[in-house]
């Protein structure tokens, strides 16, 4: 009989160390979220700016018929920067760094699809702005 005390005690440890395994887990993947937006938010101000430069050159070469193409590619290129630009602030606003309604379960699978959509944010960026600076070099 005294090895029921026992088996209940090890049982209630076991599960407690398991939530702690859990929690610990889920607070790692919000570290890795933040630490992508981190990285990339200083870069909003560039995209803005890239896309500025990208317009105004595209707009000082709208009367140059041999140069439309190169013209398609800067206003493409000054799309892409708005269009990261959007999606770093659409992606903050719907960001949740609160998970008290959650199971663990479902916080650990919120982090890694959240995880996934700033991963693609932060490509999204890193690709508009490599584009713009390589167009801009053109004739520069």
Partial sequence: MKLIPFVLSMLFISLLFSC????????????????I???????????????????????????????????????????????????????MRQFESEYDDMTEEETRAYLQEQLQMVEKVKADI????????SLLQVGA
């Fill in 37 to 91: 937006h981190d990285e990339v938010m200083p870069e909003i101000g560039n995209l803005k700016s890239q896309q500025s430069k990208l317009v105004e050159k595209a707009n000082a070469l709208e009367n140059e018929a041999d140069e439309s193409s190169y013209r398609e590619e800067l206003n493409k290129a000054a799309q892409s920067c708005e269009s990261a630009y959007d999606n770093m602030f659409v992606w």
């Fill in 126 to 133: 890193l690709t508009a702005l490599s584009t713009a600076d």
């Fill in 20 to 35: 702690g395994t859990e929690n610990d887990e889920n607070e790692v993947l919000k570290e890795q979220v933040i630490a």
